[in-house]
């Protein structure tokens, strides 16, 4: 399964390998003299256009890295914008955040455009301690090494060596025994990587914690919550916690049981918890996959796929497993270009059919909003994000007959990705709740994290699951989850856009047409909004209550039911 990756996807018009080129020019934004509001705005339009041509070069040399972790030479541009341009950036972008913050104009500008931008940036201004630069730079190098350990990951199927993604991707196989062996396998590889995954894991938070108390704070938990400009509390997320466990867990346990039953098996063992009760991948080869993800968004708005085949023909997709390539999946914004890239490193199966819708929601909202202009880094909240990737994957879900065209394989393809619905309410979560654990107890062993999350695994999506004779490879697989790594604390915004993402699904269910236009116009939104208002554009609430929790439970629940 190959794809061409040789085409130039993103522009590079500053060269970041002149390092005092780019320095003058941040300089120069700080000599400015702003004498009034006509002059602050001008210099705000001036900053933002030489951090977007950074950001798109930094972001295509990160994309680049992604694909082929084993080149040399991308390898050394990523690093040197890592650890030379990144530290340079820091320390402009703090000084540049003074200098708008000191302005006396600066509270005279339009509340409604520039309210949010004044908001983070003074937080920043708060934040911003030069002794956490190194700390930062030293914190990417260790996010880069895993994804070289990660990238190179592969394991012996068959007689021949395959990618570590493929061998996840036999998890979803009918076959009870096949399940097994994988389940046995990428434990196997997990055990090899330990020691490192441990290193790893221990630097980072030793690291992450001593930036937190370097900025003011008891522990990196609350300045994250801080930088990421969170509109709830912290018990906001405990609260959460407790009414997914108290709500949703009992319902899962009863689709567990649903499920044993379908796969015919006395015990519910942890390699049934991915079974996917479809025969076989929805397709071999990349173009496939391309040309019927095309059609099942051709059938729910034209848009969708004029986007998806100008992606397609100026080289914005590299889908597909490859030795070398990094974990994962996501999809980035390219400001210059005006364009979004998506990656993904899956083999075929019905996971990765979803991926690509998932990241084609996030492309489509990356899309509507260029037509605003480039959105600024502040804009970006992953709570609004996730939204349309998750309303994306519901959107297309009567549609799934274009893989599966057999009437009970589409029902079990629909099942699939409500059940998939159902783990993002707990899944996530649970990713959250262990991240608290971690960073609120940083002296903690690695046999502590260990235990830990295996102990919030098992309260959660391993609730229904004999997990007996399986709690060590439990406890180390939290190392295949990219996000602990790179993304600190980017998890229980999944769960939160999901229950938004079911009342988009609510919506759809009564009038197909206008759910999708309040898709659209959620998505293109003006993103210096509350994240409440954004939702409300796209016709559903920002609303994790217990009320909310419950309601939307029992109707994800019914509707699997009724596809029964």
Same mark, same amino acid.
């Given at each position: 399964m190959t794809q061409d990756i040789s085409h130039n996807y993103y522009k590079e018009v500053i060269d970041l390998q002149n390092v005092e080129g780019v320095?003058?020019?941040?300089?120069?934004?700080?000599?400015?003299?702003?004498?009034?509001?006509?002059?602050?705005?001008?210099?705000?339009?001036?900053?933002?256009?030489?951090?977007?041509?950074?950001?798109?070069?930094?972001?295509?040399?990160?994309?680049?890295?992604y694909r082929n972790t084993e080149d040399v030479d991308i390898k050394s541009t990523y690093l040197h914008d890592q650890q030379v341009i990144q530290?340079?950036?820091?320390?402009?972008?703090?000084?540049?955040?003074?200098?708008?913050?000191?302005?006396?104009?600066? &509270?005279?500008?339009?509340?409604?455009?520039?309210?949010?931008? $004044?908001?983070?940036?003074?937080? +920043?201004? *708060? %934040?911003?301690?030069?002794?956490?630069?190194?700390?930062?730079?030293?914190?990417?190098?260790?996010?880069t090494k895993y994804s070289e350990i990660m990238g190179g990951l592969t394991v012996e199927w068959e007689?021949?060596?395959?990618?570590?993604?493929?061998?996840?991707?036999?998890?979803?196989?009918?076959?009870?025994?096949?399940?097994?062996?994988?389940?046995?396998?990428?434990?196997?590889?997990?055990?090899?990587?330990?020691?490192?995954?441990?290193?790893?894991?221990?630097?980072?938070?030793?690291?992450?914690?001593?930036?937190?108390?370097?900025?003011?704070?008891?522990?990196?938990?609350?300045?994250?919550?801080?930088?990421?400009?969170?509109?709830?509390?912290?018990?906001?997320?405990?609260?959460?916690?407790? &009414?997914?466990?108290?709500?949703?867990?009992?319902?899962?346990? $009863?689709?567990?049981?649903?499920? +044993?039953? *379908? %796969?015919?098996?006395?015990?519910?063992?942890?390699?049934?918890?991915?079974?996917?009760?479809?025969?076989?991948?929805?397709?071999?080869?990349?173009?496939?996959?391309?040309?019927g993800v095309a059609e099942m968004l051709r059938k729910t708005d034209p848009y969708f796929t004029d986007r998806f085949d100008y992606m397609r023909e100026h080289g914005l997709l590299d889908l597909g497993d490859r030795k070398g390539k990094s974990p994962g999946g996501f999809c980035v914004p390219l400001p210059v270009s005006g364009d979004t890239f998506v990656f993904a490193n899956f083999s075929p199966s019905f996971f990765s059919l979803i991926a690509l819708i998932h990241e084609m929601g996030h492309a489509v909202n990356g899309y509507l909003q260029s037509e605003r202009g480039p959105i600024e880094e502040y804009q970006w909240r992953a709570e609004?994000?996730?939204?349309?990737?998750?309303?994306?994957?519901?959107?297309?879900?009567?549609?799934?007959?274009?893989?599966?065209?057999?009437?009970?394989?589409f029902k079990s393809a629909?099942?699939?990705?409500?059940?998939?619905?159902?783990?993002?309410?707990?899944?996530?979560?649970?990713?959250?709740?262990?991240?608290?654990?971690?960073?609120?107890?940083?002296?903690?062993?690695?046999?502590?994290?260990?235990?830990?999350?295996?102990?919030?695994?098992?309260?959660?999506?391993?609730?229904?699951?004999?997990?007996?004779?399986?709690?060590?490879?439990?406890?180390?697989?939290?190392?295949?989850?990219?996000?602990?790594?790179?993304y600190p604390f980017y998890d229980i915004e999944y769960s939160i856009s999901m229950l938004g993402a079911l009342q988009l699904l609510e919506n759809y269910r009564k009038n197909p047409a206008q759910a999708v236009e309040s898709f659209k116009k959620g998505a293109g939104a003006d993103y210096n909004q509350s994240i409440a208002a954004i939702y409300k554009e796209t016709g559903v609430s920002f609303d994790f209550s217990e009320p909310a929790v419950k309601r939307m439970g029992e109707f994800l629940e019914k509707i699997i039911q009724d596809i029964h």
């Open positions: 320095e003058a020019q941040m300089r120069s934004l700080l000599e400015v003299p702003i004498q009034s509001i006509s002059e602050l705005e001008k210099w705000l339009i001036d900053e933002q256009d030489l951090m977007m041509k950074i950001t798109e070069a930094i972001t295509g040399h990160q994309v680049d890295f530290p340079l950036l820091m320390k402009y972008e703090a000084k540049l955040n003074e200098k708008c913050c000191e302005s006396p104009y600066l &509270n005279e500008l339009d509340e409604n455009r520039y309210g949010l931008m $004044r908001r983070v940036r003074e937080s +920043k201004v *708060k %934040l911003f301690r030069e002794e956490n630069i190194p700390l930062v730079v030293k914190e990417q190098e260790l996010c007689g021949e060596e395959k990618p570590f993604p493929f061998i996840q991707s036999q998890l979803d196989h009918l076959d009870r025994a096949v399940r097994e062996k994988a389940y046995h396998l990428i434990s196997y590889a997990y055990r090899q990587i330990k020691p490192d995954m441990d290193a790893i894991m221990d630097e980072l938070v030793q690291l992450r914690h001593q930036i937190a108390l370097n900025a003011g704070f008891e522990n990196y938990r609350d300045y994250i919550f801080v930088t990421k400009y969170r509109e709830y509390s912290v018990q906001d997320c405990y609260d959460f916690h407790e &009414n997914v466990e108290k709500h949703i867990i009992p319902a899962w346990n $009863r689709l567990a049981d649903v499920f +044993k039953s *379908k %796969l015919g098996v006395d015990t519910y063992r942890p390699w049934d918890n991915t079974a996917k009760l479809l025969k076989n991948p929805p397709y071999s080869e990349v173009s496939t996959l391309l040309d609004v994000a996730e939204l349309y990737s998750h309303g994306m994957e519901l959107l297309l879900l009567d549609k799934l007959d274009q893989f599966y065209p057999e009437e009970e394989e629909q099942r699939e990705e409500l059940r998939r619905a159902f783990t993002m309410l707990f899944g996530p979560l649970s990713g959250d709740l262990f991240q608290h654990w971690v960073y609120t107890n940083p002296k903690h062993t690695a046999k502590e994290r260990d235990e830990k999350f295996f102990e919030i695994s098992k309260r959660y999506g391993l609730n229904p699951v004999d997990t007996s004779g399986f709690e060590e490879g439990i406890g180390m697989s939290w190392a295949g989850t990219l996000h602990f790594i790179q």
